[in-house]
């Protein structure tokens, strides 16, 4: 379909380590309609990051892609080449904010400068319409453009973070992915910039996969939900049927441990164990090991993923009678 701008069909990415190959991502599948934001959610170390890393191309050593298919626009993604993920994919039709990245800024330059770089590198563009288009972006994103000349010093958290959001639009991509953008922010200013990609969404028609271990972030943003679990999606729906009807465990611990911010403080609940070592993941469903409603079955076999309806998919034994 014309208004899919991506979609990803068995992804198999693992790390072939000294100690063993660690299946990070194991037979994923996902689509991003235009003008969607896709919340991938789940603990850390569950393959988020490496999905976001195989889509451009990206998957650092000892790791790659070992099968699957990701079609950006048209495009194999997985059969292109380093030059031609460089000319036609990355910036230009995705672009990704790592986790991490207003951390990474180079101290030395100004951000103005920086942006500029992004223009140069990747779109030639360089002088006076490189600054011009400076300017614009930071705009775009509500910095004034004298921010164009600090260091990133000279910046707050929230402003850093702004520049790396006006970096990774400077070649307008349609796909934008934000590997927990506000992560190391606090409350209010990681409201405000949920809101700047929202409205940047609306605005330009991106396409958004918001990577985040906190359920809670994603929950005014997304409007679909991938829960994903030891390298595997184990839920996946409309943000209404994820967290007003949640049908995996899995996804029912993680919404009660988010903390409550209105209301009476509950007891912050957690998800007792650890998620699973991933070079030997445990057999049938990987979360039986944890999952307060294990039974015999999910000791032995897998749970395919059960489509309960619209869009609604679980992978859990117990689903089984509702698909
Ligand atoms: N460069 C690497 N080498 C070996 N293993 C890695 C590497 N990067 C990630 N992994 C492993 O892959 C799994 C998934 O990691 P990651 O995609 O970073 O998860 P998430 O982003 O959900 O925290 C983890 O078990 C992690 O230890
Ligand atoms: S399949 Fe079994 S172990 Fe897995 S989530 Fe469902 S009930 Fe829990
Ligand atoms: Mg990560």
Redesign the pocket.
Known sequence: MASEVLVIEGLKTYYFTLKGIVRAVDGVSLKLRRGEVLGLAGE?GSG???I?WSILGLVPPPGRIVSGSIVVDGMEVTRMSESELRRKLRWKKVSMIF?GAMNALTPVYTVGRQIEEVLRVHAGISGYEARKRVYELLESVGLHKTIADRYPHELSGGQKQRVVIAMALALEPDIVIA??PTTALDVVVQAQILNLLKRLQREKGLSIIL?T?DLGVIAELADTVAIMYAGKIVEYGSSEDIYKNPKHPYTQALLKAIPRLRGPVDKLAYIPGQPPDLRNPPQGCRFHPRCPLAFERCRMNEPPLFNLGDGHLSACWLNEGEA
């Open positions: 850390s988020k990051s490496t976001a986790q590997d927990e990577i271990h």
